[in-house]
């Protein structure tokens, strides 16, 4: 079975910064896409940002400009740059992945929290 594990999450002032990880670990022949959703209190889940497989990436209209997806130094992670974090960031932030192990599969990870508050 593949994991999901997400990093990074936690308090932060407005303009502040924070970059989160996800790792994929397990069965992983390969990966077609990552991608970051969250959920805020009272909303459903939405796409934040992804990447597939060849680079190309897609942002929320919120986040264009703010947020940076990327592929992570280490094999099978996926990193997002949160700058300029604004109250409306704060969220449950999941990592999501399209995952091939044998199969394709689609993975969530349990959520870390991202607070933006003075």
């Known amino acids: 079975q593949v994991h999901l594990v997400e990093s990074g999450g936690g308090l932060v002032q407005p303009g502040g910064s924070l970059r989160l990880s996800c790792a994929a670990t397990?069965?992983?022949?390969?990966?077609?896409?990552m991608a970051w959703y969250r959920q805020a209190p009272g909303k459903e889940r939405e796409l934040v940002a992804s990447?597939?497989?060849?680079?190309?990436?897609n942002y929320a209209d919120s986040v264009k400009g703010r947020f940076t997806i990327s592929s992570g130094t280490r094999v099978n992670t996926v990193d997002l740059q949160m700058n300029n974090l604004k109250s409306e960031d704060t969220a449950v932030y999941y990592c999501?992945?399209?995952?091939?192990?044998?199969?394709?599969?689609?993975?969530w990870g349990q959520g870390t929290q991202v607070t933006v508050s003075s």
């Open positions: 990447v597939i497989s060849g680079g190309t990436t």
């Open positions: 999501n992945a399209l995952i091939f192990d044998g199969g394709n599969y689609n993975y």
């Open positions: 397990g069965r992983i022949i390969r990966i077609g896409k």
